[in-house]
């Protein structure tokens, strides 16, 4: 008669089998080099989702309508980042070979390395957009070469030149600015010139990853390192609308750090976010 | 010589008799189905007025200009909703008869509904602007009939379709902003359509009732359901303003909940949009 | 091939029909009169449960050796005590039909009384232990009878003189104290006249509540309303040891409210007494 | 009909005339070394004290049954100490020559001298009583005469050696606990010597002064410089009861700093401090 | 081989001798009216700088490449506001006399009082850029002179009228806004007018201060009095841009309150203001 | 003239090679397995340390008078939890070299399997000193041998059976507690048979590891897993001042949190720890 306490991201109900897109918590922030706190990020978002509504009024699309499969979170081991990176490759690997759309709530910035290993292993075609207030694109951070703060670097050492588009970036060192001129698409503070991105990027599989502090910490003070001129939420919201006409194949949202925002706004905006993102993603065939 | 200790909003001074209007707190969040703390809401405000100043350098009118009575807060039975706002209307009705105007401070948006059957005993023909980021619309929540989550509805129940203009909307569930189709003015996100309403409110009776988390959380984190993609304060300054013309006859200001904001900036600004109110709503014949 | 996520306290394994013992939350916060938030008890101490052991150092005993069910929260309607406490004696006897101990997380004191009215149509001639720091003998609260600060009073309207023993308690009204001399046996400040109370309840099915602001807020300081002058966590310990000898027939602990002790100590101290109480009132035949 | 909003605390309802105790708030901080904001002190404890009883199961006594007029706050002129200290000296030789006893609410520690100033007028051989975490026996500080760090030095100045009795003492400059050897009589870490103290100060006037950082930081977080190693509310109690046998002519509680300690615990646990200062003193001939 | 400890902001290298700017803490909050904690807004930058980048991706320009001297902070004495005033003046005057540029790191808006008596010693035509929410023209505030809500009164004792360019204005007394349209360029809400300023300004030596809370909350909650309708901090940093092409010869930052925003965005957004005065002022000659 | 800005714990003033003792900060906390936030203890309690005194009244005893540099901070990778130890290793080993006394400030508590690497170099018949709530006994931690809950493990595989003596465990596996009894010399809940301890380490070298988490949440609220029922602050003392009479090598104190307690008493009781440790192993012949 009684069954055990089932908690999900907004009570979404699909079993793993039925949905066409599969979320899952990547709690890791090993590597973080200033305020740590992102590991509570996913199960903060399940908790507060309770306060929010599965029909969004930006475009007309209820979660109730579409199959989504919540995996809970990952154990990761604290303090081996490879050993991590590892464990959610094989993650994706896993719902990628199922044929959904796999959704990674980080966690740190780096964990989406070990997503996109996996993704590129089925589409070697793949681009990168990649919202974000800081540039990440140190070669290594106090010696270590996987980190939150290398990890676009590390990406692109597996993508390669031009491939990567990034945007609302505000924050970086000066070499790190100087090197993306050569090897990246990195535009400055907002999402100017995010339409071209999307054209060039028109023809080929993507991944989208979303670091939230590329909100202005006035939306979201709820991250490690608050960088103020960011974007808004509404202008976030149609970039996200915009990116979805795009061929996802997998993407990722990360770097919400609860307890540094104890009005809870932070939090609630991230599962807002993650409302928009998993309805605009999904066609409208169901 | 010496007198006992007075707290009124930023020391406001008339007499029950010698104002013009009246303001009191509603300190009720029993039916909060999130986070509750908005009981607090009218202790915090006075407590914090005396960081504010009288004077609006918006409007160009000073508090001190105009007769504003603070009569303290309602106590309240706590879990007794019926009965919480059976005092509430009994309160607007003595307001009422003396020919003040009266405005409210929540506690939950609940309060309204005692608010409004009192003052549709006087004004049959009333028209209600409401300011808020959720539909309140819902028929019924967890099975009660008297909730946060449904004061709209029931306000409907009174005075039936097409008297209700709603603006600043952007959560709730699918079947409510359908509902909104047929039987309230329903504006989504902003102020859009605020003037078409007050042209119609023109020759009407108007209850006011501003749920604070119409605003952006960026700027009123302090609320139990922050709802991303609100309006700015100088938005819902002009707003204010606009609505002022017409025949305000009750008003109301709810759902701040100062806990969740310990910066005392949600506080602050409920002050503010207070004192706003009050100038805007004193037509200058003192 | 995967799950859903399911949240339970400190993993609890059992299914209902193996359980000797079954928790459950009831989120019920409605007449608290000074600072709500006890609906989140129950959630964050699953989530808080991560951080601590299953095994007591002091027992010697295991939670993995022992069989408990933990049910979920229930979905209280807020606002509306009397239907809440109605569906908490709907559980109870559910639990209490299938030959289980209930052992229920609350919420705010008065969620005690839903579960007594369905113990003691089992055990008509049940006794009580109640540990608070609040005598809670009011007769009536702010006009309401359905009150936290009243709910020993029910209580007692339905067992009767002489068979409720209150510990701990250092603040009331006056005549609190005063019809507790009649009616009730109430030790003052802390557990002295314990073991004379266990003496007289030796062959008597008990009902056992724990309001955890019995503690010094020192050591839980995560509660409405902090009472100065409580007992130490090894104090409650013992008491609750001594009390495990006794026919207790359904617990409960109570009146965490997480979002007062931002240090997490009072949750994770209210998962610990959780823990103990478990493993106390297990008597090791499994 | 209608009155303004009166805030006293606990609901103290005697007036000016017919009271035999008057408390007062001295928010001033403006020396305050460390970590300001006992300023809020008096106003955050008539506001807490709505939580809390008048009854007092320790002494068996009632607020209710005592006459104490709460004459709200003194407006004091932030930076300007001396200035401030000539209100407070005015305001409690006004409540001295009307033959009642006051009872002053800090503020940091400097406002008993403005107190000892005017009460020694009147009582030239008088004797401190003084519970504290700090000896504040600086000469200067940071090359000021007037400051919180030198209260009882400043003190010594009019009253000279021997007069004072210190307790509780667990922090201050080699110094200051070699000078106390010759002109105070300090007693480190609790109240052994309360005893003898008392004795001593049998047939004097006694101002007795409360720093509320003699508690442990346990009990008693919400102060500027918290101090391991302190005594309990309980011990606090106890000496308390104690010194109430004595003559004493006027007193003050000092040094709670509300914000930080957001769980309210030490607000809570200041006023019901003041609650059983305000029993004790009372020599019941009402 | 070891070497103590140094805390500069930002890691700031240069010697005293070396640089061209020399920054400085005057943490002083004595005449803070309503909640004082500015004292700790240098210590907390420079901890929080850590987490920020020496580079300017809006300016393209490094701190790496400028000589600036972080000389810490000045120890005032707590509660005597003229004396640290005097300290204040007399660091300036060492400053300037060294040829170097002074930067002022608040501390209540009080603290450029003493600065520039100091500047206008060495430039008597001294002009005022003064960005704040706050009129700040109090003549005097609780009887005092020297307030922080009338510092820009003092300045304006000192430098007479029509010298003073104040914008972001938004609070104050009627009264100041009025007598400021005989004596100061009060320029209310945002930066309107900001380019005649500079254009009057173009010949004389400027001092500019920046009171932090001409800010929006939303952007800057870590503040005393928080003012909703501020500008956002891209409009501050154009503005500042704007401001460097004049001959600015002094200039301050103040009234960031660390405590009040526990997110650390107000702190870190503090940083970044000064990372972008810093790098505006230098004109690139290095 | 001017100097940068030095900041040390409590400005100790000896260089490192007139000190006799050396504290360094090890600010790591990648292995933390619940909430991290240690990282920022050894610079939160250098800020901190400026409200607390040099001399202490319980040993009579001054920091003025004796001789410890304060190294700052080692700047470890962030993410390699074996690089950091090998640069906690390599700086032991400095100060053994330079015959001075190592007291590292963590960081979790891995950080002393690095220092005793160092240690047990120079002196390989080492003994342990442990003071803890948690047993620290895991062979591994999901999977990782090196984490913050096999510290003590890793030891023993270092020193081997007899030479552990942990006091005030409270938490842990039943499989920890059970091994304990053949490897270690497990003491439950306090400092009972410490003396026994110190007995037999008599005539060895002993490492000292205090994780301050043995203290009770109630005086010490700052650390990521709070367990109820731990020492006070003088017990704690005095065990200290017991362990210093033996022959103590090397030291350190971990497991500070500072953002898990906002009154900052947690961080204020860290430094009087600290100060109490310098002083007690000071041995006087200066």
Redesign the interface.
Known sequence: ????????FIGLEA??DEAKC?IFGAPM?????????T?FAS?AM??ES??????S??QDK?LEDIKV?????L???????R?SLDMIQETIKTILEANKLPCMIGGEHLVTLGAIEAVVEKYPDLRIIHFDAHTDLRDE????K??HASVIRRVHDIVGNGKIHQFG??????DE?YWAKEHTNLN??NFKGLQEAIEECQNYPVYFTIDLDVL????F??T??????GVT??EL?EAIIAVSKLNVVAMDINELSP???????ST??AC?VLRELLLAMNKGEE
Not at 69 to 73: E, N, S, W
């Open positions: 008669m009684w069954n055990k306490n089932i908690q999900t079993s793993f599969v922030d090993s590597t973080t080099s200033y305020r740590p706190g590991r199960s399940r908790q309770f306060g929010i509504e599965t029909y009024p930006y209820d499969f919540d995996g809970g979170d154990e990761l081991p604290f303090g081996n980042p050993k951070y106090l010696g270590e996987l980190s970036i505000r924050s970086g060192e000066r600015f400055k503070f202005d910490p006035s939306v003070p709820g490690g390192t608050p960088e103020a001129g939420f509404i919201l307890v540094y925002d104890q009005s809870g706004a609630a905006l807002k």
